[in-house]
């Protein structure tokens, strides 16, 4: 089996993660992955300026600027055209054989199979604590703190060299969340696009339902350790905006995606106030 060309999709939207985001980019520039064969697409608002020399680097600019993450993904990956689709958080630092160990996974796997890399937070299907980001026994989190300490620059490339402790073993797993998804092209247009009508956490869940819906089967490289700083991508979002999408998401699947209890309280609330009847999909 040849190596596979890969068009990486990478969506930021925050200003304070473009220093995060040069973290990506320059670990993902040491990838154990031959060069010629890997782009990357950044989609970003206007208003955060996004420069890179690298010639494999290219940033767009959607309009209208304030785009949700799923029509960033959409965006990204209507700009591409390798066979295989790499979609990327802007919050993580990728290791050296992450994409590899991706690559390798699928020999074997039928067309129906969707690869995420293992990660160190829970954010919705992962494991926390299996990998600690640790520095000076303190955990490194996204915070204004984190920037203020250029030593930990050094210690958070030194992740890039990290090796999974696990041994190359794919884990099945009903739900993923694509903090580091590989696919195939022809996968991610035979499911359609993610729902751009949804949020945070719902447009992923929504992916996965309809995927699954279609035979897919989700699978978790254990052998491909991608380091997450929490949730540090999240788009703003007023909690008003959240009830809706919630609503919007119980309207289609008939129950509320997993979020903020708050919100989740919310949208219960007005949907009974509103009488609103799931078109249940499953």
């Known amino acids: 089996m040849s190596l596979p060309k890969i068009s990486a999709v990478i969506t ?24 010629e064969l890997i782009d990357f697409t950044i989609v970003g608002p206007k208003r ?22 799923a029509y960033a993904i959409n965006y990204g990956v209507a ?29 074997g796997l039928d ?18 604590g299996m990998f600690p980001i640790k520095h000076e026994g ?3 989190l996204f915070s204004d703190r984190f920037y203020k300490y250029e030593d930990w620059k050094e210690y958070v490339y030194s992740l890039q060299e ?13 739900f993923i969340c694509p903090v580091s998804m590989l696919m195939a092209r022809k996968a ?16 992923e869940l929504d992916y996965c339902m309809r995927a699954a819906n279609l035979g897919y089967k989700f699978k978790i490289q254990m052998s491909s350790l991608v380091w997450h700083f929490g949730s540090s991508s999240s788009f703003d979002t007023t909690e008003e905006q959240r009830v809706v ?5 119980y309207e289609k699947w008939g129950f509320i995606p997993p979020q903020n209890p708050e919100v989740m309280v919310a949208a219960a609330n007005k949907i009974k106030e509103l009488g609103i009847v799931a078109d249940i999909r499953l």
Do not use: Q
Not at 29 to 34: C, E, G, R, S, T
Not at 162 to 174: G, K, N, V, W
């Open 245 to 249: 999408r919630a609503i919007t998401f």
């Open 111 to 128: 067309d129906k199979s969707l690869v995420v890399s293992a990660t160190n937070t829970d954010n919705g299907v992962f494991f926390e």
């Open 12 to 35: 930021t939207y925050k200003k304070e993660t473009l220093r995060l985001l040069d973290l990506l980019i320059g670990s993902a520039h040491k990838l154990n992955y031959p060069k």
């Open 138 to 140: 303190r955990n490194i």
């Open 188 to 203: 991610f247009e035979e499911i359609g696009p993610f729902e751009e009508k949804l949020l945070m956490c719902g447009e």
């Open 162 to 174: 990290a090796e999974s402790p696990y041994p190359f073993l794919l884990a099945s797993h009903p």
């Open 48 to 69: 955060n300026k996004i420069e890179y020399e690298w010639e494999n680097v290219k940033v767009l600019y959607p309009e209208p600027e304030d785009f949700t993450y």
């Open 79 to 107: 700009n591409t055209k390798s066979d295989m689709i790499w979609i990327l958080n802007d919050d993580v630092i990728v290791t050296k054989n992450s994409l590899k160990n991706l690559v390798e996974s699928f020999k």
